[in-house]
């Protein structure tokens, strides 16, 4: 009996996707849940699966083809046995069947730690692949976009591996910016159509400096006293709370001090309304294979250090696999973003809309600075606080920024609730 698989539903105000890739071609077993495809959507890369078991069929649409939710992407023949050759529509697909020749992998034990710690920092379909074949990524040279690793790589590098050699030379990747050679050798280019996520941040940043008056002050802020606390008691939170005690916990609890006492640096605007919100929601911007995104700690103001710190690492972690969820970037009410650990020495981040402030952190030096009229030594950091000038005011704006920076200077202040 054939089954026709549908784009399911993607999340509140998201009606449509893209075809990222296919992890089944036609012609292949498909198991009950297993992951057919991969769809982009404007805010994250999903995994859709099969409700039953069978062969794949057909696909209905190639990659890079938008499909709308209950639209039709591929038919499943339920009960019916893989095929040894692929079915023609398989041409559609991005990446080949493996060859009928080739037996199938037999792993005697699942990945071992250090191909799962290296599989981490991989895209969704490439770390599957990685993880069926029990290859080495760093042994593979990527043949993608600035090196980076493909399905095919990894199968190529699978084949060699069963039939005892080396894995292939790939093809060099195009050098956009190479510099001409001195006999006048020609140059390279490569165009890459953007993702829907690349797409979409860029409209929302262009959006946000169309719409908002943007302005950003500037503070710098001792990291004694945090560092200081942080070095006594890090081993003792890790025991207890079985996680690392690291910066951003600090940042947010003040974070949270600050916009209970400044209102309007937590509020956003909608036409000619004000909307105040009575608790903290932070958006914390974090770094993942497809673009930048922003999960959001709930309640912020109510939740501990450890609570924060075990949300903070479990977003950075399923950014890293791609698993994180639309509702997990639903919502908040400010945002934190930490360009210092990069490098960074200051910016003036842009903020998120439809919220009205968002705080810059930088990276830690050591920088001479006066203190009871003495030169010293201190771990400086510079914050950055980007707000919309239609909403906040200056004074506002300093008020709320110099808040953080005194709570970070002298943490009692968090306890206290000062």
């Known amino acids: 009996m054939a089954t026709e698989i549908t784009v399911p539903a993607l999340g509140e105000s998201v009606t449509e996707g893209t075809i990222a890739e296919w992890l089944k071609q036609p012609g292949e ?57 692929p079915a023609p529509a398989a041409a559609k697909a991005d990446t080949p069947a493996p060859a009928a020749s080739a037996p199938a992998p037999t792993p005697t034990s699942g990945p071992s730690e250090e191909l799962l710690a290296a599989a981490q920092t991989l895209s969704p379909a490439v770390r599957r692949a990685v ?57 390279g280019e490569e165009r890459v159509k953007m993702t829907r996520m690349r797409q979409t941040i860029a409209k929302r940043l262009k959006g946000a400096q169309d719409q908002a008056a943007l302005l950003t002050t500037f503070n710098d802020c001792d990291m004694s006293a ?11 939170f890790a025991k207890k709370h ?3 005690l690291g910066f951003m916990g600090f940042f947010a609890k003040a974070a949270c001090l600050a916009l209970k006492d400044v209102p309007s640096v937590n509020a956003y605007i909608e036409g000619d309304e004000i909307v105040y919100h009575d608790y903290v929601d932070i958006s914390v911007a974090v770094s993942a294979p497809n673009g930048l995104v922003v999960p959001v700690i709930r309640d912020a103001d109510k939740k501990g250090f450890a609570r924060i710190e075990q949300d903070i690492a479990d977003f950075g972690k399923r950014a890293k696999e791609g698993t994180l969820k639309m509702e997990d970037m639903t919502g908040g009410t400010f945002t934190i973003s930490n ?10 981040p842009i903020i998120n809309p439809p919220q009205s402030a968002v705080l810059g952190l930088h990276r830690i030096e050591d920088r001479a600075v006066v203190r009871n009229g003495q030169i010293v030594i201190r771990p400086m950091m510079y914050l950055a606080l980007s707000y919309d000038h239609r909403l906040i005011d200056g004074r506002e704006a300093v008020t709320a920024l110099k808040i953080i920076k005194e709570a970070i200077e002298d943490p009692t202040r968090m306890l206290i609730d000062l």
Do not use: Q, W
């Not at 078991?53 to 893989?82: F, L, P």
């Not at 360009?339 to 200051?346: A, E, I, N, R, Y």
């Open 29 to 85: 077993a498909v198991a009950a849940d297993e992951p057919i495809c991969s769809l982009e959507t404007d805010k994250v890369a999903v995994d859709v699966p099969s409700p039953v078991a069978g062969v794949m069929s057909e696909h209905r649409v190639a990659v890079g083809d938008n499909v709308e939710v209950g639209a039709v992407i591929a038919v499943i023949e339920e009960g019916a046995s893989a095929s040894a050759t």
């Open 226 to 236: 945090v560092m200081e606390a942080r070095d006594k008691y890090k081993d003792l």
């Open 131 to 187: 993880l069926e074949h029990g290859v080495d990524p760093s042994t593979i040279k990527g043949t993608g976009k600035d090196g980076r690793l493909t399905k095919e790589d990894v199968l190529a590098a699978a084949e060699a591996k069963k039939s005892g050699g080396a894995a292939p030379a790939p093809s060099p990747a195009p050098t956009p910016s190479a510099a001409p050679a001195a006999t006048g050798g020609a140059r």
């Open 339 to 348: 360009g210092g650990v990069f490098g960074s020495l200051m910016s003036t």
């Open 242 to 244: 079985d996680i690392r």
